[in-house]
């Protein structure tokens, strides 16, 4: 089984046995994928950012412990040492980015599905094979999550434009395309949904510093897929909607709170403080796995800080030294966006409107949806 996304770029190479990732550290200079043999390697390409956004670290993390076992000589242990082998994996696998929360709710589910197959399993085999199958699935499932979320929010925001022209310019923040899920993405699924429908006018996209997933990978999927698109600067972003722009902007997300808060990379809630002075509808764009309803607010959501190599140098830490030595660094890989300046929340079952103009109810929408 491989994963299928039409022409668009693939970070995640799967076949069964065999787990690539497209080394996301050397775009757009550089294609080099490297291969993950097992749970070890998965860890440490999530961890030095080799693959990263949210779905794609939970995919990749499944797939990486997928290979091992498929690989793995034949197992001398019983039904509840496989067990214990691939529970323990999915912990230490989950430690590597602990912000998204789609990675945990992954190793959740496969939980699930190890504990479920070992009531019935004869042999530790059917174990591997269950979780094997398992991971799979989340594979092919990512992919359709996140064209449904380009179609809910594309038709969301077609029929709540309050432009006659009905032509769309969105300002993206980060990347949520194909390099950051299993394929297509979440909020740049949004704007090539528009593309595709021939409602899109331009697409913008952030830098993001330190990291530069804008500059680097934004801008390269949106080249890539001939989508009219202009890049700026963290900081132009107030300029660019104060001369009237920018229709919406539409984010991802690597964690929603019970309440609507939402944590993304570092300069979102910046950008949804802007949007709101002046006017523009500000969207986050997830899949309901990145939904934690365990958290009632995003006081509870815990922020990663990251290497202050990142700001010290260029290239996010990968280049030469910029900075003063000596100089204290504050690098925190993301921050909380208050659910009072999201408009909404695009998800693969449709667009979590607020109730009424406070707040929203994202557990009842996920209750109403499941299934």
């Not at 080799?50 to 000589?73: F, H, M, T």
């Not at 609507?260 to 986050?284: C, E, M, Q, R, W």
């Not at 280049?319 to 993301?334: D, L, T």
Request: with cysteine.
């Amino acid at each position: 089984m491989a994963s299928s996304q039409d022409n668009t770029l693939q970070a995640i190479c799967y076949k069964r046995g065999s787990l690539r990732l497209l080394d996301q550290r050397k775009l757009p200079l550089e294609t080099a994928y490297l291969d993950i043999r097992d749970s070890t390697d998965g860890w440490h390409a999530i961890k030095d950012m080799v693959v990263r956004g949210a779905p794609a670290i939970a995919i990749a993390a499944a797939l990486s412990l997928a290979v091992e076992v498929s690989n793995l000589d034949p197992f001398d242990g019983s039904i509840s040492d496989a067990v214990s082998y691939l529970i323990m994996k999915l912990d230490y696998l989950v430690s590597s980015r602990p912000t998204a929360v789609n990675l945990s709710d992954a190793a959740t589910k496969l939980k699930e599905v190890i504990s479920k197959a070992s009531d019935t399993a004869s042999e530790a085999k059917n174990i591997f094979q269950a979780f094997i199958d398992a991971a799979e699935i989340m594979l092919e499932d990512d992919v359709a999550s996140n064209k449904a979320i380009g179609s809910y929010g594309a038709d969301f925001l077609y029929r709540h434009a309050d432009d006659g022209s009905k032509k769309f310019s969105v300002l993206t923040h980060c990347n949520t395309g194909s390099l950051a899920t299993a394929g297509f993405g979440t909020a740049l699924g949004v704007i090539r949904a528009l593309h595709t429908q021939g409602v899109l006018k331009r697409a913008y996209c952030t830098e993001t510093r330190p990291f530069n997933q804008g500059s680097r990978l934004t801008a390269f999927e949106l080249v890539h897929d001939n989508i009219p698109a202009t890049l700026i600067a963290d900081s132009a972003a107030a300029a660019l909607m104060k001369d009237g722009r920018v229709s919406a902007v539409v984010v991802g997300a690597d964690r929603v709170a019970a309440n609507g808060d939402t944590a993304n990379k570092i300069g979102t809630y910046s950008l949804a403080l802007i949007a709101k002075h002046h006017n523009v509808p500000f969207f986050v764009a997830a899949p309901l796995t990145s939904i934690d309803l365990s958290l009632s607010s995003g006081q509870e959501i815990v922020i990663e800080e990251r290497s202050p190599k990142e700001l010290l140098h260029t290239r996010g830490g990968l280049g030469e030294q910029v900075a003063a030595s000596g100089i204290a660094v504050w690098n925190p890989a993301f921050d909380v966006t208050p659910a009072n300046l999201i408009s909404g929340i695009i998800t693969e079952k449709g667009v979590i409107t607020k109730v009424d103009t406070e707040e929203f109810d994202i557990k009842d929408f996920v209750q109403k949806t499941a299934g």
